[in-house]
T-cell receptor, first 112, second 113 residues
Framework: KQEVTQIPAALSVPEGENLVLNCSFT??????LQWFRQDPGKGLTSLLL?????REQTSGRLNASLDKSSGRSTLYIAASQPGDSATYLC???????????FGTGTKLQVIP | EPEVTQTPSHQVTQMGQEVILRCVPI?????FYWYRQILGQKVEFLVS????????KSEIFDDQFSVERPDGSNFTLKIRSTKLEDSAMYFC???????????FGPGTRLTVL
């Protein structure tokens, strides 16, 4: 059974700081891993998708890496802004349109 | 850019009543998911659906739940007899194959009284 853990549960940083969010999973037989952001009371917005054969993906100030062998993914946010304040979720897809397992999320607050 | 839509945004119902939550996926997607998120908890997989059939369902998705695609655009989740513990946000996701990237709708907040 896949289990996904995100550390830390909450993070508060001053504006402009670079930061790293962590996602760990127990079963390395994955199809892909997707990072989302969730604003309070809202849906999930897709940030980055990494296929199992990839090591990293970049979009603007965001960079996600994947190390399947160690069961880890990181989301790097450069030059954080107050608008980045949200909960960040990672989701592990075990493949074949089967079950997707979400982590518990990291709640990020960027202080102006 | 195409979006996933869900209706209603908020549904209040009495315990024991049936509810139908509706989703309009992105038009050229063929795979869909339903998830729920109880307040303050993690997003939980309910069911995946392809070609008018369930691909996989979780232990949460018991006989009280059903899904269908009644026409070419809508995708519905029915809860036959709601319980207090069904109160949650329900999200529909539309999946772009073959990358299997998921695009979420804004959710329906279900409140069971």
């Amino acid at each position: 059974k896949q289990e996904v853990t995100q550390i830390p549960a909450a993070l508060s940083v001053p504006e402009g700081e670079n930061l790293v969010l962590n996602c760990s999973f127990t079963d390395s037989a994955i199809y892909n891993l997707q990072w989302f952001r969730q604003d309070p009371g809202k849906g999930l917005t897709s940030l980055l998708l990494i296929q199992s054969s990839q090591r990293e993906q970049t979009s603007g100030r965001l960079n996600a890496s994947l190390d399947k062998s160690s069961g880890r993914s990181t989301l790097y946010i450069a030059a954080s802004q107050p608008g980045d304040s949200a909960t960040y979720l990672c989701a592990v897809n075990s493949g074949g349109y089967q079950k997707v397992t979400f982590g518990t999320g990291t709640k990020l607050q960027v202080i102006p | 850019e195409p979006e996933v839509t869900q209706t209603p945004s908020h549904q209040v119902t009495q315990m024991g009543q049936e509810v139908i939550l509706r989703c309009v996926p992105i038009s050229n997607h063929l795979y869909f998911y339903w998830y729920r998120q109880i307040l303050g908890q993690k997003v939980e997989f309910l069911v995946s659906f392809y070609n008018n059939e369930i691909s996989e369902k979780s232990e949460i998705f018991d006989d009280q739940f059903s899904v269908e695609r009644p026409d070419g655009s809508n995708f519905t989740l029915k809860i036959r007899s709601t319980k207090l513990e069904d109160s949650a946000m329900y999200f529909c996701a539309s999946v772009r194959g073959p990358t299997q990237e998921q695009f979420f709708g804004p959710g329906t907040r279900l409140t069971v009284l």
